[in-house]
């Protein structure tokens, strides 16, 4: 079992940062994959970026890479998002999930559909 919070949404100017938080509970962290996912009004969750725990392994979707970095914590089970260089089409609200690997070579999963464990998300607004 995990439970997600995460927290540091707010509104920024284009060009601007942001540093999202998520605290992740959970003993056995180390067979999970965390991940992060931005849903726009009208269009499909989608993911950011994501990293397997044991690894640090990561993935980024190619809109935020160079911009964007995941990054986790493992004593105080903390899971960041580094935004750099913020655009307008960045605005929408972040969420951070992660799902349980079977194997731990596999490739990470991007599809929402395969993470069964979600905060309840920090809205992001990046002004022109």
């Known amino acids: 079992q995990v439970q997600l919070v995460e927290s540091g949404g707010g509104l920024v100017q284009a060009g601007g940062s942001l540093r999202l938080s998520c605290a992740a509970s959970g003993r056995t962290l180390s067979i999970y994959v965390v991940g992060w996912f931005h849903q726009a009004p009208g269009k499909e969750r989608e993911v950011v970026a994501a990293?397997?725990?044991?690894?640090?392994?990561?993935i980024y979707a190619d809109s935020v890479k160079g911009r964007f970095t995941i990054s986790r914590d493992t004593a105080e089970k903390m899971v960041y998002l580094q935004m750099n260089s913020l655009k307008p089409e960045d605005t929408a609200v972040y969420y951070c999930?992660?799902?349980?690997?079977?194997?731990?070579?596999?490739?990470?999963?991007?599809?929402?559909?395969?993470?069964?464990?979600w905060g309840q998300g920090t809205q992001v607004t990046v002004s022109s």
């Open positions: 999930a992660a799902y349980r690997m079977s194997r731990l070579w596999d490739a990470i999963n991007p599809a929402p559909t395969n993470y069964n464990y």
């Open positions: 990293i397997k725990w044991s690894t640090t392994d990561t």
